[in-house]
C-alpha cells in the first residue's frame, strides 16, 4: 500500500512569489493534516480534513494560505504571496476515520520551502 | 492548551547498548493518546509505538518501549540493542480523544539520537 505522497520535495521561491503544495494521503483516509516545523522548533499543526470538509483550521497563520481537498481526495497547500517566515517543512499526514482509538496519522516525508 | 517538552535536544549511545529520551507533557485531560514517532535522515516520519492513557502496561515494540507515568505526566522511550538504523530525530507527540473534537497532535521540538559504531 503507497503511504502519504508529498510534492514537490523542495522548494525555492522568493518573497511575494506563489508556491503549491499537494499532498497525496493513503488510499482510504478520511482524515488530512497539514502541518508545518520551523528551523528548530516544534512541528505545529495547520489544519483538519475529514474528507473535502475543513473540519479545523485553528493553526493556519494567516489569510496567506489557502489548503483545499477537492473531491476528498489529495490536497493542496497554496501560499500567496510567500512571505521569509514561511520558510520550513511541511508535513501532510493522513489517518481512518476515527470512531474509538488513537487515529494514528501516518506521515508524508514532507516538502521544504525556502523563501529567500 | 496541551504542551509537550523534550528536554534533550540531542543524544547519543553506542551500538548495542540502550538509550532512554524523555517527555514530559502537560494535560487537564485523562483519556488521551502518546506518541513516538521517528524521523531518519531520508526525512520520511514513521510512527514508532503509541500508548494509550487508560492503559497501565508500558507499551512494547520489538527494541522500543516505554515508561508511562500517567501522574508524573511522563512518557520516555527506552531503545535497547541501539542499532545505526536507529539514529534519527525522535518526536514526542500527544492527542485528545477524538470525543473531545480536537485530535490533531501536538509535538515536542524533537530529540536528534546519534548512534555511534
Not at chain 1, 521569509?84 to 520551502?113: H, K, M, N, W
Amino acid at each position: 500500500e503507497a503511504g502519504v505522497t508529498q510534492f514537490p520535495s523542495h522548494s525555492v521561491i522568493e518573497k511575494g512569489q506563489t508556491v503549491t503544495l499537494r499532498c497525496d494521503p493513503i488510499s482510504g483516509h478520511d482524515n488530512l493534516y497539514w502541518y508545518r516545523r520551523v528551523m528548530g522548533k516544534e512541528i505545529k499543526f495547520l489544519l483538519h480534513f475529514v474528507k473535502e470538509s475543513k473540519q479545523d483550521e485553528s493553526g493556519m497563520p494567516n489569510n496567506r494560505f489557502l489548503a483545499e481537498r477537492t473531491g476528498g481526495t489529495y490536497s493542496t497547500l497554496k501560499v500567496q504571496p510567500a512571505e521569509l517566515e514561511d520558510s520550513g517543512v511541511y508535513f501532510c499526514a493522513s489517518s481512518q476515520e476515527i470512531a474509538t482509538g488513537p487515529g494514528t496519522q501516518y506521515f508524508g516525508p514532507g516538502t521544504r520551502l525556502l523563501v529567500l | 492548551a496541551q504542551t509537550v517538552t523534550q528536554s534533550q535536544p540531542e543524544m547519543s549511545v553506542q551500538e548495542a547498548e540502550t538509550v532512554t529520551l524523555s517527555c514530559t507533557y502537560d494535560t487537564s485531560e485523562s483519556d488521551y493518546y502518546l506518541f513516538w514517532y521517528k524521523q531518519p535522515p531520508s526525512r520520511q516520519m514513521i510512527l514508532v509505538i503509541r500508548q494509550e492513557a487508560y492503559k497501565q502496561q508500558n507499551a512494547t515494540e520489538n527494541r522500543f518501549s516505554v515508561n508511562f507515568q500517567k501522574a508524573a505526566k511522563s512518557f520516555s522511550l527506552k531503545i535497547s540493542d541501539s542499532q545505526l538504523g536507529d539514529a534519527a530525530m525522535y518526536f514526542c507527540a500527544y492527542r485528545s480523544p477524538e470525543y473531545s473534537g480536537n485530535t490533531p497532535l501536538v509535538f515536542g521540538k524533537g530529540t536528534r539520537l546519534s548512534v555511534i559504531a
